[in-house]
C-alpha cells in the first residue's frame, strides 16, 4: 500500500534553522510567513509592530500586520499568498 505523501502532491522547502539570543534591548519578536515578508520590509513591519509594542498590545500589532499584508496582496496580485504573523513583546 503507496503511503499517504506519495498520493498527495506536497512542496516541500529547504527548511533554515539558526539560534540567535535574544539581547536585553530586544524589544519584540515577529515570525511571519512569506505572505507577510514578500510584500513588507522589515523596517515596515517593524514600524507598525512597535505602535503597539508602546500600548502593550501584541494582538493588535498581529491584527495590522496581517491586515496591511492582505491589502497588498489584493492590490498586487489575483491571488492572495498565505499570511500568518506570530507577535511576542519582551520586557
Do not use: H
Amino acid at each position: 500500500m503507496e503511503s499517504v505523501l506519495s498520493q498527495v502532491k506536497i512542496k516541500i522547502n529547504k527548511i533554515d534553522i539558526a539560534e540567535y539570543p535574544i539581547q536585553s534591548y530586544y524589544k519584540f519578536l515577529v515570525i511571519a510567513s512569506d505572505g507577510v515578508w514578500e510584500l513588507m520590509r522589515n523596517e515596515e513591519v517593524a514600524k507598525y509592530v512597535f505602535k503597539y509594542y508602546e500600548k502593550n498590545d501584541p494582538e493588535a500589532a498581529v491584527n495590522l500586520v496581517m491586515q496591511e499584508a492582505y491589502t497588498r496582496w489584493t492590490k498586487t496580485e489575483s491571488e492572495v499568498d498565505d499570511i500568518t504573523c506570530v507577535v511576542v513583546f519582551f520586557g
